[in-house]
């Protein structure tokens, strides 16, 4: 159950891959806004992701 803790750091990664994307396509002149949109709500996915690890941690030390 120890791997749980490394998965949020997989939507940190596909953020700044969607970054990326976004950022290519805005340069090449092609409609960038669905791939800043997936980054954005990865970024929140990663610190939602964070918070509830800690907050589940903390009550299984309480218990």
Known sequence: MGYLKFTAYIYLAAAIFFIYQGVMALNAGEDSVIMFFFAATAI??????????????????DN
């Open 44 to 61: 929140f996915l990663f610190f939602f992701r964070l918070r509830n690890a800690k907050k589940f941690g903390k009550r299984k030390d």
